[in-house]
């Protein structure tokens, strides 16, 4: 799922292409993308783009009469910027929005259509769609504080939950948490002063760095590759590679539709963090470290 910095260099390309621009024309490819029904997703036809705004990980569009299109892209939805009049793939396209000098494209490649659009009049209307998350850019290490031990949660689960944090997803808490070498099943109340220092600023140093990190590889473009999984990343979803910090092999938790990557030298102390699905199939042999991990393996391929 894209997330803030994902996010954030979307506006900015954006801002740069369609603020200013009328919409001629919205083309839908499915009738469920749109979740809203009044005002009509037709009022937009004809009406000037007059900026852009983030809302946690959704895209705001505002435009003339007080209107503002939510755009929630969910896990696989993504932006294509393609010549005028660009065709709707049938496989992967849910809308066009068609301007004088170029398409905006709204794709998806899952067999799960879960992006969508909200179109709401006002900013009342508007605010309903934002979870409460705190913005770190707004927040100093006290606000930071209060905001992480408002609920006891683990930090994995802190961290990416809106109603706590804005735009921070799966893919950078773990980036967050391997750099302030922290275990994301460790609970937000229990942290100590320097425990909660060293989260701050690994949280606000991997948002900036990256966002400036996409930001350069677009340059004057426009995002085409966004990924949750990149070679640069410490650890997620890097499992079995290398640790950048310590050489030893990053590790995983496994969930339903996700899973959170850590490594255990930097993170845990060495301990293995229990994984549902091979914990249920171990039982009691589960191993507790590293070594132990190695030493299972081995015994069977003896």
């Given at each position: 799922m894209p997330e803030y910095p994902d996010v954030t260099v979307y506006i900015e390309r954006l801002e740069a292409r369609v603020t200013g621009h009328v919409l001629e024309r919205l083309r839908l490819a499915s009738p469920f993308l749109v979740r809203t029904f009044d005002p009509p997703i037709s009022a937009l036809t004809g009406l000037t783009v007059r900026g852009f705004r983030r809302i946690g990980k959704r895209i705001v569009f505002a435009f003339d009469h007080d209107l503002f299109l939510v755009l929630h892209l969910m896990v696989a939805g993504r932006?294509?910027?393609?010549d005028p009049g660009a065709k709707l793939n049938r496989r992967l396209a849910l809308a066009g929005f068609d301007f004088a000098h170029g398409t905006l494209l709204l794709t998806e490649a899952s067999k799960k259509k879960r992006a969508s659009l909200h179109l709401v009049r006002g900013e009342a209307a508007l605010a309903e769609h934002d979870r409460g998350g705190a913005e770190l850019s707004g927040l100093d290490r006290e606000g930071f504080k209060a905001v992480l031990r408002r609920e006891n949660h683990t930090l994995k689960r802190t961290l990416t939950d809106p109603r706590l944090f804005s735009g921070i997803g799966n893919a950078y808490s773990d980036e967050i948490l391997h750099r302030a070498q922290l275990s994301p099943l460790t609970w937000s109340t229990r942290l100590?002063?320097?425990?909660?220092?060293?989260?701050?600023?690994?949280?606000?140093?991997?948002?900036?760095?990256?966002?400036?990190?996409?930001?350069?590889e677009v340059g004057d473009g426009f995002p085409d590759k966004?990924?949750?999984?990149?070679d640069e990343m410490a650890v997620h979803g890097r499992y079995k590679k290398p640790c950048p910090v310590c050489g030893d092999p990053v590790?995983?938790?496994?969930?339903?539709?996700?899973?959170?990557?850590?490594?255990?030298t930097c993170q845990t102390g060495g301990k293995l963090l229990a994984d549902r699905a091979l914990s249920r199939l171990l039982k009691g042999d589960w191993p507790r470290s590293l070594d132990a991990l190695e030493e299972h393996k081995a015994e069977r391929k003896v």
């Amino acid at each position: 799922m894209p997330e803030y910095p994902d996010v954030t260099v979307y506006i900015e390309r954006l801002e740069a292409r369609v603020t200013g621009h009328v919409l001629e024309r919205l083309r839908l490819a499915s009738p469920f993308l749109v979740r809203t029904f009044d005002p009509p997703i037709s009022a937009l036809t004809g009406l000037t783009v007059r900026g852009f705004r983030r809302i946690g990980k959704r895209i705001v569009f505002a435009f003339d009469h007080d209107l503002f299109l939510v755009l929630h892209l969910m896990v696989a939805g993504r932006l294509r910027w393609r010549d005028p009049g660009a065709k709707l793939n049938r496989r992967l396209a849910l809308a066009g929005f068609d301007f004088a000098h170029g398409t905006l494209l709204l794709t998806e490649a899952s067999k799960k259509k879960r992006a969508s659009l909200h179109l709401v009049r006002g900013e009342a209307a508007l605010a309903e769609h934002d979870r409460g998350g705190a913005e770190l850019s707004g927040l100093d290490r006290e606000g930071f504080k209060a905001v992480l031990r408002r609920e006891n949660h683990t930090l994995k689960r802190t961290l990416t939950d809106p109603r706590l944090f804005s735009g921070i997803g799966n893919a950078y808490s773990d980036e967050i948490l391997h750099r302030a070498q922290l275990s994301p099943l460790t609970w937000s109340t229990r942290l100590d002063e320097d425990q909660i220092t060293r989260l701050y600023q690994a949280t606000l140093a991997c948002l900036t760095e990256w966002t400036e990190r996409l930001r350069a590889e677009v340059g004057d473009g426009f995002p085409d590759k966004v990924t949750a999984f990149r070679d640069e990343m410490a650890v997620h979803g890097r499992y079995k590679k290398p640790c950048p910090v310590c050489g030893d092999p990053v590790q995983r938790i496994q969930y339903a539709d996700n899973q959170t990557n850590y490594c255990p030298t930097c993170q845990t102390g060495g301990k293995l963090l229990a994984d549902r699905a091979l914990s249920r199939l171990l039982k009691g042999d589960w191993p507790r470290s590293l070594d132990a991990l190695e030493e299972h393996k081995a015994e069977r391929k003896v």
